[in-house]
């Protein structure tokens, strides 16, 4: 019986174009991830012999097979024929689940990162497949970095490196339904005129005006969604700040010089914290570090 320890960081997306809603519900998006340093910490014990899956954590999440992690375990044990074995998982959750960071993703990608290493799995295009079941979000965290996301975020390409920037998370408490924030978006916005072409010229760009070019359509939904924050924003903004939405929301970050002067502006409940890039070449490293 072995314990491996792992971390599972959180992502937000730099640039996130909604293309359009495809035929199985989901939408078609041109986005850049980029894994950040706030991590969860898993504990993962494998016994060999015996056969199930456990799960437990520190916070409140659904800890039976709708766990994005059981759902890794699973898929991955059916799709491999690994020998049969017991996997007893702890999560620690630092990353506020349901924030638009990506956090229950992250755990499963980290997770199938793991397991693909430690039964020797060579077939990267298999996992990335398998990963794609279980969110649009997860296969990213197989590749980490800095990565480009097509299809409905689920085809990904881990391109070079954002210069690493400082930002400030902020946590707000509020809950944002992803599934109601795309609808949302289909009832109220006019669809950004992109593609691949276009697309990666966006992403040259980025590479050149870093934070500047940064760009997500959901905050075009804040006027309707969130008045309090889209004033908030409007504030940030007056004040030299870019503030953006992380994925969907409702975690929200900014940009921009003295990110201390910054939390200033921040109502007392909100939560902020700094954080920084992680690399695709520290990855691999601090996912296992
Ligand atoms: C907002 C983002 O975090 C940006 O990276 C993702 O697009 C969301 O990814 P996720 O949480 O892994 O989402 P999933 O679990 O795959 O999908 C949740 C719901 O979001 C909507 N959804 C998600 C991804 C996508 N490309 N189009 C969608 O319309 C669908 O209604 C879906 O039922
Ligand atoms: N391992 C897990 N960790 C956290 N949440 C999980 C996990 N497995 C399933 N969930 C469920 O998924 C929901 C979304 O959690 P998650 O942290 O991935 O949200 P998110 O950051 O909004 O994701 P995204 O950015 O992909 O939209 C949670 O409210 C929880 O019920």
Same mark, same amino acid.
């Given at each position: 019986?072995?314990? =491996?320890?792992? &971390? ?14 495809? #035929? ?5 998006? *041109? ?19 015996? &056969? ?33 074995? *017991?996997?007893?998982? *702890? ?33 990267? &295009? ?40 400082? =930002? ?32 990666? #010229? ?60 910054? &939390?200033?502006?921040?109502? #007392? ?6 954080? #920084? ?13």
């Amino acid at each position: 019986m072995t314990t =491996f320890k792992l &971390k599972s960081f959180a992502k937000i997306n730099p640039l996130l174009y909604i293309s359009e809603k495809r #035929e199985d519900g989901y939408h078609n998006l *041109f986005t850049l991830y980029q894994t950040v340093s706030i991590f969860d910490e898993i504990d993962l014990t494998i016994e060999k012999g015996k &056969k199930g899956i456990e799960i437990s954590s520190n916070r409140d999440i659904p800890l039976d097979s709708s766990n994005l992690v059981y759902k890794a375990i699973e898929l991955f044990v059916e799709e491999f024929k690994v020998e049969p074995c *017991f996997f007893k998982v *702890f999560i620690d959750k630092r990353i506020p689940p349901g924030g638009g960071m990506g956090g229950g993703s992250s755990n499963a990608g980290a997770v199938l990162y793991f397991l693909k290493k430690h039964f020797k799995i060579k077939a990267n &295009k298999r996992i990335l497949d398998l990963a794609a079941k279980i969110g649009s979000d997860v296969p990213l965290f197989l590749l980490g970095g800095t990565v480009m996301g097509t299809g409905k975020g689920d085809r990904v390409t881990k391109i070079k490196d954002l210069v690493n920037t400082e =930002f400030l998370a902020v946590f707000t408490g509020k809950h944002y339904p992803t599934e109601k924030m795309y609808s949302l978006f289909d009832e109220k916005c006019e669809k950004t005129d992109i593609d691949l072409i276009k697309f990666s #010229e966006i992403v040259l760009n980025t590479y050149k005006k870093g934070y500047h070019s940064f760009y997500n359509d959901f905050d075009r939904l804040l006027q309707y969604y969130d008045r309090d924050l889209f004033e908030l924003f409007a504030y940030l903004k007056s004040k030299g700040y870019k503030p953006m939405l992380s994925g969907s929301g409702s975690t929200f970050i900014i940009f921009g010089e003295d990110l201390s002067r910054a &939390k200033k502006f921040l109502p #007392e409940n909100f939560k902020a914290v700094k954080l #920084e890039f992680v690399s695709g070449s520290d990855y691999e490293r601090l996912l296992f570090g």
